[in-house]
């Protein structure tokens, strides 16, 4: 099995985004919106988005 190219999104689990650019990909919302709170926490500009994937496909 290939990977995707790094241009192509997700179709499956959650998205975190960071100013619009995808930065990550997990199997269960719990984590995407750990790891989001996470980087808001880094960042308190940032805007961090979550999602999921089947959404936006």
């Given at each position: 099995?290939?990977?995707?190219?790094?241009?192509?999104a997700?179709?499956?689990?959650?998205?975190?985004?960071?100013g619009?650019?995808?930065?990550?990909?997990?199997?269960?919302?719990?984590?995407?919106?750990?790891?989001?709170l996470?980087?808001?926490?880094?960042?308190?500009?940032?805007?961090?988005?979550?999602?999921?994937?089947?959404?936006?496909?």
């Open positions: 099995m290939q990977n995707a190219p790094a241009h192509t997700p179709h499956d689990g959650f998205i975190v985004e960071v619009g650019q995808f930065v990550s990909e997990f199997v269960s919302l719990t984590a995407a919106l750990k790891a989001g996470e980087l808001k926490h880094r960042d308190a500009k940032a805007q961090v988005k979550v999602y999921d994937a089947k959404d936006r496909a």
